[in-house]
Each structure stands twice: as structure tokens, then as C-alpha cells.
């Protein structure tokens, strides 16, 4: 049997398992819980899925993250929260971001191998 590959129909099969199982009176589960379980999956897959790369959807799959460790009683302080997700923001500008991306001359022409002033355009 092929599995499809959809991540839309998986992160809504996911809620529709966690939403139903809070409300079946889980003991594991409470309805914040499922929430925030449901909103992680689909901000990382969103992340995960979509090109180019996003810093800003990396950066909402974090912070729904750290929204369910406090579901599940670890809390961070805002501070921690916002020098992780500034972390984040870093690396995906040089790695995620600068390979997308080449440069232009003035005429608007990309240049291959070579830092030029101006804009950039996506690849």
C-alpha cells in the first residue's frame, strides 16, 4: 500500500485524532494540550514544506513548540524563548537565505560567483 504524501491531510488527521481523543476525557491529554499539539505539527510542517525556506514559519514552529513544553510543564522565560528563536532567525539567514538567493549587477543580470552592490534575486 503507497502511503500519500500529502502533509495537509496528515496534520488534519493528526487533529481530528488528538481533538477527539481530548474530548473522550483522555487523562493524558487535555484540550490545551491537543491544541498545542495540533498547532506545532502543522507550523512545522508548513516550515518543513515550503520553498523557498522561511526563517519567519522556523520561527513559529518554535514558538508553538515552546507553547506545548509549557503544556507539558516546562516553562522558559521570555528571555529564553526569544534568544532561542533569535538563534533561529541567524542561522536560516546564512544558511537558509544567502544560498537561495543570487546576486545582480546594475543592469538587474544575475552574476554567478561574485558579491556585487545592489539587489538580489531568488533563484
Known amino acids: 500500500m503507497r502511503v500519500p504524501r500529502e502533509p495537509a491531510l496528515w496534520v488534519g488527521l493528526i487533529s481530528t485524532i488528538l481533538t477527539s481523543a481530548a474530548a473522550l476525557g483522555v ?18 510542517v508548513t516550515a518543513v514544506y515550503t520553498r523557498p525556506v522561511a526563517p519567519a514559519l ?7 513548540a515552546s507553547v ?17 528563536g ?6 536560516f539567514t546564512f544558511f537558509g537565505i544567502r544560498p537561495q538567493v543570487d546576486p545582480v549587477d546594475r543592469n538587474g543580470f544575475v ?6 552592490e545592489g539587489a538580489s534575486v531568488p533563484r
Open 86 to 91: 533569535s538563534l533561529i532567525v541567524a542561522a
Open 58 to 64: 522556523f520561527l513559529a514552529a518554535f514558538g508553538s
Open 111 to 116: 552574476v554567478e560567483g561574485e558579491l556585487v
Open 27 to 44: 487523562p493524558f491529554l487535555t484540550a490545551g494540550q491537543a491544541a498545542a499539539v495540533v498547532v506545532f505539527i502543522g507550523a512545522l
Open 68 to 84: 506545548l513544553m509549557a503544556e507539558y510543564g516546562l516553562h522558559w522565560s521570555d528571555a529564553q524563548v526569544g534568544a532561542v
